[in-house]
């Protein structure tokens, strides 16, 4: 993934956590749900940019 994939993760943080609360009464449990269903997610994500930057980076665009 590339480093800018941050932006499109936090929406899909929004939504769950939105979801997860709109679940239950009880926003303790919600935060727990929330934290269950993202957390494989984020971690899966978070591994392949321990990468240098640059490749990390989409290719520039334009003449160089």
Known sequence: PYLGQGACQAMEDGVVLAQALASTDDVKEGL???E???LP???RDAVPCSCPPRAS???ARGPR
């Open 57 to 59: 980076l989409a290719p």
């Open 36 to 38: 269950r269903v993202r």
């Open 41 to 43: 997610r984020a971690n």
């Open 32 to 34: 727990k749900l929330y």
